[in-house]
């Protein structure tokens, strides 16, 4: 079905740029097609969004988060989904499977998150689609990257008519994951091979290797290597304009990969770019890779004859016929209109559902947790959408505070401090069995007492750990952990459930905070994170 005409949806990237592969590959042909069957789609980057949130916000039926999980956006898409917004989550980077260093930043918990909020999902791969649904959420739908005809194909292909004894062989990709073994470390296992194929070529071409990526340190090692096994290589850096020249005399495209859960969720765009530019290719067993047999080339030893012994006219043939498949298979009008389908459906679920959503109630505010690492942004933006911060100076000690947890120097009582925002929302919900000891005339500070057992517990563990924490980083963490266990337990004991919870590279003392909804989606993370 197609949307109505005047559907609006705004699709939120993280940067606009020709320099972006995800932008130029993948987002705006997909959405400039969308603009064909009833949709009008605004992309917009996500610093631009949140500056001008409140005036956008009415005007667009759905939003699109196109690869973008991190605080920022979380709160957006909570706070949409609160309105009635429908909520769509572009996945293109398979950042659910475990690695030390992505774990302990939390990039598998907030993904899974924003999986669990969105309405429905688009997924790049058949694998990622298959990951999201290992998650709990079955309404996926796989749209890969599309392929364009160039106008400059036959042009791509000139290089075979006149081909003479040189051959430049190039690997391209963005290199320095820091969480997943991937690019580089892919390129550098593989010296043996490439240089047994630069051998087996020997007597006829001269053979050379240009690694074309983004400017990184690792590039020195790689060159080291590549040399001492007498493989002619060069480094090109990574520019829009210069890597199409590189692909115009490029004849030969090297892709190998290990079959990690990051990579094998990955898209066919590396291969199929290096076909649409005239390029024969060999990559390894992958599954988007595999559906582009007998196109790409897996085994070395049939890529090497084939080179030696097929003609310029011959390579030029099997060339234009791979590029008619990829223009039939992964076409973007194809794309489009299985996605505007989608989007279609999605929105009349939401106009179904729209007299039953799940806002609270009003007289609660959200929360916003300021964690030691907590960012000015996110701070900024949860205060403009009306959340209440929450922290304690023990934590962050030069932030002001809607509502300030502390430990009372009188004993061992709790103390919270309340700005005007605080005493509005939260003093009049403090239930009458607590004993308040001292409340300021002015705002604004109570000191208590015959807190809840469980409470109680959690403020002597607070303040037993605040005397170690000196001492031992194990004790801060445990301070930080008890301190925020203290103010969340406080917090729900008063009424408040919807609690976000901002701290960056800590997971150990988010984990034991987890509400019940957390608990259940880090549960089935863990389904994933092989």
Known sequence: MNAKEDTKIIWVVEQISERNAGYTIRTKPITDALNNYGFSVKIIELSDF????????????????????????????????????????????????????????????????????????????????????????????????????????????????????????????????PFYRAGLIDLIESVRRIANLFRQLEPIYQCKLVICTNDNPEIVKVLEVMRSHSIPTYFQLWEPDSFEVLMSETHCVL???????????????????ALMSGCLVLVDDHPEYNKLLPY??????????????????????????????????????????????????????????????????????????????SGGPKIKLARMLNYLCVGSK??????????????????????????????????????????ILRKEAKLIKVVMRELSSDNQTKLMQVKKYQKLKESWVDYENKFYQYMFSLIIGFLRELGYSELFFNEEGVEDIIYPNFSDQELDIYERLKTVMV
């Open 394 to 435: 023990l934590i962050r000690p030069t932030l002001n505070y809607d509502i300030e947890f502390g430990i009372s120097n009188y004993g061992d009582f709790l103390e919270i401090t309340f700005n005007k925002k605080g005493i509005k929302d939260c003093l009049p919900k403090i239930p009458s069995n607590y004993e």
């Open 50 to 177: 949140i500056a001008n949130y409140q005036k956008l916000k009415p005007s667009y039926q759905m939003v699109v988060f196109s690869k973008l999980y991190n605080d920022l956006a979380l709160l957006l898409a909570y706070d949409l989904k609160k309105s009635g917004k429908t909520l769509i989550f572009d996945l293109f980077d398979n950042y659910l499977t475990y690695s030390p260093t992505s774990l302990a930043r939390g990039l598998q918990r907030r993904m899974a998150t924003m999986v669990s909020l969105a309405d429905g999902v688009i997924a790049s791969s058949e694998n990622m689609k298959e990951v999201v649904h290992r998650l709990g959420h079955q309404n996926v739908i796989h749209i890969g990257d599309p392929i364009q005809a160039n106008s400059n194909n036959d042009g791509f292909l000139k290089k075979w008519s006149s081909l003479n004894d040189k051959l430049i062989f190039t690997w391209f990709g963005i290199s320095g994951n």
């Open 255 to 273: 892709i190998p990969t290990n079959n990690s859960p990051f990579v094998i969720a990955k898209t066919h765009n590396r291969a199929s770019t």
């Open 296 to 373: 790409v080339y897996q085994n070395w030893s049939i890529f090497a004859s084939d080179i030696l012994n097929l003609k310029g006219e011959q390579i030029i043939g099997k060339l234009k016929k791979a590029q008619e498949f990829l223009i039939s298979a992964y076409s973007t009008e194809k794309f489009a209109s299985q996605l505007a389908t989608f989007l279609g459906n999605e929105l009349v679920k939401s106009r179904e559902n729209s007299n039953s959503n799940n806002s609270l109630d009003s007289n609660f505010l959200p929360v916003f947790l300021v964690g030691k690492n």
